[in-house]
């Protein structure tokens, strides 16, 4: 699944991100605000979310390794925190 029509308007200029991508190795979603689902640019659910561990980072505030799960795969991978972009690669089983 790869997300389209993820534009927004601002004082004139549009700006476009790439949205969502879902394959069956990796993802790049956004952490919901709770943290406890990821979502696509628009804010729709694409599966659940735990927050695995956590710790301090130089450049932010926390990093957060998350395992989520969206159309029956389980992803490893990292965060910045709520509303921030998730990457992660598919859980070897």
């Not at 943290?35 to 696509?40: A, C, F, I, R």
């Not at 505030?61 to 989520?68: A, F, G, I, S």
């Amino acid at each position: 699944m790869i997300e389209t029509d993820c534009a927004i308007t601002f004082h004139g200029r549009t700006y476009t991100a790439n949205g969502a991508m879902v394959t069956d190795k990796w993802i790049i979603a956004y952490m919901a605000n709770d943290m406890k689902s990821v979502t696509d640019w628009h804010g729709e659910t694409l599966g659940n979310a735990k927050v695995k561990t956590s710790w301090a980072t130089p450049t932010s505030d926390r990093c957060y390794q998350v395992e989520c799960n969206v159309n029956g795969i389980t992803y490893t991978g990292r965060t910045g925190g709520g509303g921030m972009i998730y990457k992660g690669k598919a859980k070897k089983l």
